[in-house]
């Protein structure tokens, strides 16, 4: 931390934990630099970062006047060193960040130096949530028999962390079976102020940090600044370097009134992310403010802060207030500890009281929270909201889009439905294409069901958008009580699951009474995870699974997440709705998704009277009463006690000893990754791209899941006979995400998601492409190999919002171990855009009304990208030539998202983690720092 101080603003504080020194931003309006009352909190957090690391080197004097002279209107281009307090982790990006710090570790060997220079500099906690399947579910046995399943999988995995935590100082490991990595943030990680000693004196600061799922962001809600980065960018912020990022533009939104009876959290945070998906939020941070605030829990501020990836921002903070002090309080944090927040926030300007002007944003969007209304999001797209009245018309104006290709809907009456490849239908018949007939018989458990198009076969309450918020959990208990007391049941068909994104929630459910109802559903605890939200829903009863193959059914999931991207949910599921978890167990009992609440019963009891889902909705009396009766401080202290600790499997895992982490050729599991096998301390210079062939040619709003490995290995896949050729059998072939540390697994399985659609080949979909010198059609990996062999760079060419989703750095890593040497998109979602950055891959953008089409480019035409070898600058033009089959050139220019120096720098280096290490090691040989 800063020692220098040039602006004076070093002062001290009395709290009950004792005094503690702080910098104090008040000075700056005292020496005339700026009034920071006048700026949003999220900015304020900024600056009081620069201001305190403020030291003539990584940061500098005109660092804190450039963020102190912020303004709505008049942004600087400077880019701002920002400094995380701490990083956070989970498994799934978490192995291969520990895994790349073990190769460089073992690279700082080879070339004689110390690996103990390899470690991280600032605090790490990594928490495993993203391992555990849902294999099991229905019975009170689903718990200990996934965990024991997520064991026999992942013990080398689990391994490697232990040994992580052994080898290197700064970073712990909460074991699994305790939550969802960003409850756990929530309940018992952040500090929302943290002090530690420099020099032998306590500083008090606000709490910070970055971490490796996009999520990251939900930890906003309590007034701690942090959002999501790439695995590749959180390793350098974990060995000593700044996160560097523009200064960004701040929307605020103003909430007033209150959210009307029947709406939800849930209901709020989809209206809002299509709201500001809408405006264009990308690479900007969002702030909440105005009189509504109060009228929302911290949970309910949880579930809206999660999202900031789906509506695009970078985050979307709330400031500390009053609800922020009850819930440290609620959630059994030491009163010594509140104390200092509090004092410290009023201190330091950072406390919102609603008292006096508001802050200036950038723009202001309003929201009126009494306007909501029940509400999905889907079938594809968390931003895509549909009324809950309107959702049955919805699904069947869409279904023809989400229809296998060559297998239309053979409707019961004239007409077409409105999709690709079809016209729009008359209501009449789309009402009687419904499928009230049915479509084929399933015998399940003694049970004979009907499925048809919209049959709900996953109903999951999952995922840390929703299992954060005791309304909804409790919500979704009371209706369970409700439903089972009028003799209603689940369709035998649905895989139905509860995966509390913490330990406690169980606690609450219990304690209420209400957990027995929702068992008496079926909606057992399977695990403490992220399970069906991020694709780890298992597989579905084979004789349903066998429905939906054989008759090309469109199945549909419900599940109370954040993600429902093409294919992410499950493989044999095509449409995905999220809704709260009190809707979930709706869907779960009504068995179908084409069901109008309003006017259709959700069932018959057994006298066969009908039963309106309005007849056993809770109202929001009775949940705020049973939170008070069934929430009880002392269930956070009590569970959070041992939180490192782990069980007796955990316990008894074996951690492998030394400094360096001994590679297991054999190992299908970890290998040591290429990226510092060649590794040389000057970096190669800078070359222009040439006779480049595009792989794949890409439409709109490409996702991470899209790109990255995600989700089960196919047998037939080049991931898969990887791993039947090294003797792996198809049923131990585990997740891509779990074998996120065996890069020979992952660039199989890059750009090989089965709804991918590469355009080089029409009406196909998956992981294909042409091979361009002799027009064969074959996997994407198998033609990079090629291409590869022969010394052709590769590009990629795609639409807008390319790279949405989660931060999933493998996107990008196997991007570029494909031989991708840039990618060519009319816009770029930020943590990608940053992570291509990060593994030395070039982002080029199309200048503004120009794309593909308008170019008429078709991606069989070989492309030179030049302007590179010149030397590049923050957002310079780049020449691109590209000449037809024919001879004919199409020459145009393209703006190269380097968006900061030293991102440009970055690339210089061929990724971050070179430019790092190359760093550490001429600091070790004691010649100038780095870059």
Request: hydrophobic residues 40%; glycine residues 8%; negative net charge.
């Amino acid at each position: 931390m800063n020692q220098r101080d040039p602006f004076g603003a070093k002062a001290t504080m009395e709290t009950a934990a004792g005094r503690v020194s702080y910098y104090r931003l008040g000075r700056l309006a005292e020496q005339g630099v700026s009034d920071p009352a006048r700026l949003p909190f999220s900015i304020r957090v900024l600056l009081e970062n620069l201001l305190r690391h403020c030291d003539g080197h990584l940061v500098t004097e005109d660092d804190v006047l450039a963020l102190a002279r912020w303004s709505p209107r008049d942004l600087s281009d400077q880019e701002i060193p920002f400094m995380p307090a701490r990083v956070i982790l989970q498994d799934f990006t978490g192995v291969p960040a520990v895994v790349d710090l073990a190769a460089m570790r073992s690279a700082v060997r080879r070339l004689g130096g110390d690996p103990q220079r390899i470690n991280p500099l600032v605090p790490v906690d990594l928490v495993i949530d993203h391992s555990v399947q849902v294999d099991f579910f229905g019975t009170e046995l689903a718990f200990r028999l996934n965990v024991e399943k997520e064991f026999e999988r992942n013990r080398e995995r689990y391994a490697l962390l232990r040994w992580a935590q052994k080898a290197f100082r700064n970073f712990r490991v909460v074991p699994p079976g305790t939550g969802i990595v960003h409850q756990v943030n929530l309940e018992y990680l952040a500090k929302v102020v943290q002090v530690r000693e420099v020099n032998g004196e306590p500083i008090a600061f606000p709490d910070t940090l970055v971490g490796t799922d996009s999520h990251t962001t939900m930890i906003n809600a309590l007034g701690v600044l942090g959002w999501g980065v790439g695995g590749i960018e959180a390793e350098a912020v974990m060995l000593g370097q700044p996160y560097y990022m523009r200064i960004p533009e701040v929307i605020g939104v103003r909430l007033t009134g209150q959210l009307p009876e029947g709406a939800t959290a849930t209901d709020l945070v989809l209206t809002v992310t299509q709201i500001l998906r809408k405006k264009g939020v990308v690479d900007k941070f969002v702030e909440f403010f105005g009189p509504g605030l109060r009228t929302l829990s911290l949970p309910d501020r949880a579930t809206i802060a999660n999202m900031a990836p789906e509506y695009g921002a970078t985050c979307g903070f709330f400031p500390v207030d009053e609800e922020t002090l009850a819930y440290l309080r609620g959630t059994g944090r030491d009163p010594a500890q509140v104390d200092l927040v509090e004092r410290y926030a009023k201190a330091q300007g950072l406390f919102y009281d609603g008292q006096g002007p508001d802050p200036v944003y950038t723009d202001v969007v309003e929201l009126d929270l009494s306007t909501l209304e029940p509400t999905l999001a889907g079938p594809r797209r968390p931003h895509d909201r549909v009324p809950l009245r309107e959702v049955k018309r919805q699904f069947w104006e869409s279904i023809a889009s989400m229809l296998p290709p060559a297998n239309p809907l053979n409707l019961q009456a004239t007409g077409r439905l409105e999709g690709e490849g079809g016209a729009a239908a008359p209501a009449a018949a789309v009402a009687v294409a419904a499928p009230s007939t049915p479509t084929v018989w399933v015998s399940l458990d003694g049970q004979t069901a009907a499925l048809g198009h919209g049959a709900v076969v996953i109903a999951a309450i999952t995922s840390c958008t929703n299992t954060s918020n005791p309304s909804v959990m409790i919500g979704a208990g009371l209706l369970a009580r409700n439903a089972v007391r009028r003799g209603l049941t689940v369709k035998p068909y649905v895989k139905t699951s509860l995966a509390p994104g913490s330990a406690v929630v169980v606690d609450y459910l219990r304690r209420a009474n209400l957990l027995p109802y929702l068992e008496a559903l079926r909606f057992h605890v399977v695990g403490f995870g992220c399970t069906t939200c991020i694709g780890n829903s298992g597989p579905l009863p084979e004789p349903v699974a066998k429905a939906i193959r054989e008759h090309n059914l469109v199945a549909v999931a419900v599940l109370s997440g954040n993600r429902n991207f093409e294919a992410r949910i499950h493989p044999l599921v095509r449409a995905n709705y999220l809704a709260s978890p009190m809707l979930v167990v709706a869907y779960a009992i009504a068995g179908r998704i084409d069901i109008d609440f309003e006017n259709e019963p959700l069932g018959v009891d057994p006298n066969g009277q009908p039963v309106f889902l309005r007849e056993i909705w809770p109202s929001q009396e009775e949940i705020q009463r049973t939170i008070r009766e069934s929430l009880d401080p002392e269930m956070f202290r009590a569970r959070y006690a041992r939180v490192f600790e782990g069980d007796e499997q955990w316990k008894n895992l074996p951690v492998p000893e030394g400094d360096l982490y001994e590679w297991d050729p054999a190992s299908t599991y970890i290998q040591e990754p290429p990226f510092f096998q060649d590794f040389t301390l000057e970096p190669p210079p800078l070359r222009d791209i040439r006779g480049a062939r595009v792989l794949a040619l890409l439409g709109d709003t490409i996702t991470t899941d899209h790109i990255s490995p995600a989700g089960s290995i196919a047998v037939h896949s080049p991931a898969g006979q990887y791993l039947i050729a090294r003797g792996v059998p198809p049923a131990e072939f585990n997740t891509y995400g779990a074998r996120r540390g065996n890069h020979e697994v992952m660039i199989r399985g890059t750009f090989a998601n089965i709804r991918l659609k590469n355009l080089l080949t029409p009406g196909t979909e998956g992981g294909y492409t042409v091979y361009h010198p002799t027009g064969e059609k074959m996997t994407i990996y198998e033609a990079a190999m090629r291409y590869q062999e022969a010394g052709i760079p590769l590009l990629i060419i795609a639409g807008k919002e390319y790279g949405s989703g989660s931060s999933r750095d493998w996107a990008a890593k196997g991007t570029a171990l494909l031989g991708v040497r840039a990618v060519l998109a009319e816009s770029f979602e930020r943590i990608h855009r940053s992570n291509l950055v990060g593994m030395g891959v070039l982002p080029l953008q199309f200048r503004p009304g120009e794309n593909r089409e308008t170019l008429g480019l078709t991606g069989f035409e070989i492309y030179d990208l030049e302007g590179i070898a010149a030397g590049l600058r923050p957002r310079q033009e780049v020449t691109v030539r590209a000449r037809r089959p024919d001879g004919t050139e199409i020459v145009f220019q393209a703006v190269a998202r380097l968006d900061t120096p030293v991102e440009v720098e970055y690339y210089r280096h061929g990724g971050i983690m070179p430019a790092v290490l190359r760093r550490i090691l001429r600091e070790a040989m004691g010649s100038a720092s780095e870059p």
